[in-house]
């Protein structure tokens, strides 16, 4: 594992201390992951160069907390936050409990440049369901942008249009990402050791 105890907390503790017995290794570190959500902020701008009038943003909660935060601080326009949350693995790892929508938007998206950031495109599923509803709502355009994708699962007819890291098909935490609530404040993104959900 690198740099582990570079963050300190205020409190003076070593954030990563309390997690690392549970983590097989990290996989993506802090750096490695602002450089590339800068490089997506330079490319969601490019995109949105001549529609920038009212972009409105829907981070899919709450595993892209972070990444989201990160990603709207490097985006140099006006834009609305309008959080949507589901919930697909209920305290599991597997792809096999449903999505579920657990809290609607809280802006009407009609004829809006809509901007849909998520945490992972696994199967698929999250994200074609996120991506149907909206649609019937009649945004003016209707975008995706997943910090990672799991390419051995990710379906070829869909796909997002701002991804930040292809990733083998390991089970992930941190950097907002959740093993039943936990690991959401580990600045990296770390495989978690399979002993602790299998
Ligand atoms: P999909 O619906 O594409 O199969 O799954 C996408 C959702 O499952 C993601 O938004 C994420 O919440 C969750 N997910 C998929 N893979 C992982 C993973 O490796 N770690 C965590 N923490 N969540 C995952
Ligand atoms: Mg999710």
Known sequence: MRRESEIVAPSGGDI????????????????RIRTRVEEIGR??????????????????????????????????????????????YR?????GGATQFLQDLSHDIRDRHVLIV?????????????????Q????????TC???RKTAKAPKDLTADFVGFDIEDSF??????????HYRNLPDIAVLRPELYE
């Open 43 to 88: 490319e969601i701008t490019a995109t949105y160069s001549d529609d920038l009038g009212g972009l409105v943003i829907v981070p899919v909660l709450a595993g892209s907390i972070i990444f989201v935060a990160d990603l709207i601080r490097t985006l140099p326009f006006k834009m609305k936050i309008s959080v949507m949350t589901v919930s697909r």
């Open 136 to 143: 019937e709502r009649l945004p003016a355009s209707l975008r």
């Open 16 to 31: 990563i201390a309390p997690m690392r017995q549970d983590l097989d290794r990290i996989l993506i570190d802090r750096d």
């Open 172 to 181: 992930v935490v941190g950097y907002g990402l959740d093993y039943d609530g």
């Open 91 to 95: 305290g599991a790892t597997t792809t």
């Open 146 to 148: 997943v910090l990672l």
């Open 118 to 134: 998520d945490d992972i495109l696994d199967s698929g599923t999250t994200l074609r369901m996120v991506t149907a509803q909206l």
